[in-house]
């Protein structure tokens, strides 16, 4: 499974947010291709994007290398600032605790969000950081923004994650019938 079939090829015109999305989406779906939980992430300022990025924690073995941690960091590195103030992000997934605080932390103007995350999001599932009150920052987010697609590729992932898991647990428990 990937993004391609995710994203059906259309001629429907398409919104800024939905662009940059289908970006997200794609970078997602190179993470999926790593056996990444796929979660994509762009920013772009003034119309272009500035950095894109996508989940790198099992591949770099690192509890911080979610999509919008990487992001952050090369756009921090690119405007030589730690403020993104005038700056968007677009992710595929609702942001985690750690992510939302970083995203409040950074002075980010506006979230893009494609699914919600019932079990771990922090901009309205379980809480919203982005509008807690006495926070010295609040972000803007819009949700939803291709949220089927999105939320598609999320099932896709964890359905055939959960295929290999059974079929390498029936290999271990000797479950072949045809033993040589």
């Known amino acids: 499974m990937n993004s391609s079939k995710v994203l059906k090829k259309s001629t429907i015109k398409r919104t800024k947010d939905e662009k940059y999305m289908i970006r997200a989406l794609k970078l997602a779906d190179k993470a999926y291709q ?3 939980t796929p979660i994509g992430c762009v920013i772009v300022k003034d119309d272009k994007v500035l950095v894109q990025a996508y989940n790198r924690r099992n591949t770099d073995k690192n509890t911080l290398a979610h999509a919008e941690m990487l992001a952050i960091k090369k756009a921090c590195k690119k ?3 730690w403020r993104l103030e005038g700056c ?4 595929t997934l609702e942001p985690c605790p750690m992510c939302a605080g970083a995203l409040v932390q950074s002075r980010i103007d506006r979230v893009v969000i494609g699914a919600m995350n019932p ?3 922090f901009a309205g599932s379980l809480i919203n950081l982005f509008d807690v009150e006495g926070l010295n920052h609040k972000v803007q987010i819009e949700t939803g923004v291709m949220a089927e697609e999105s939320s598609e ?3 896709s992932f964890f ?4 295929a290999n898991k059974k079929e390498s647990k029936s290999i271990k428990e000797g479950g072949y019938k045809d033993k040589i």
């Open 159 to 162: 359905k055939e994650l959960r």
């Open 79 to 81: 405007l030589g600032d």
């Open 153 to 155: 590729l999320m099932k």
């Open 119 to 121: 079990k771990a999001g």
């Open 88 to 91: 968007t992000m677009y992710v």
């Open 34 to 36: 790593l056996g990444e």
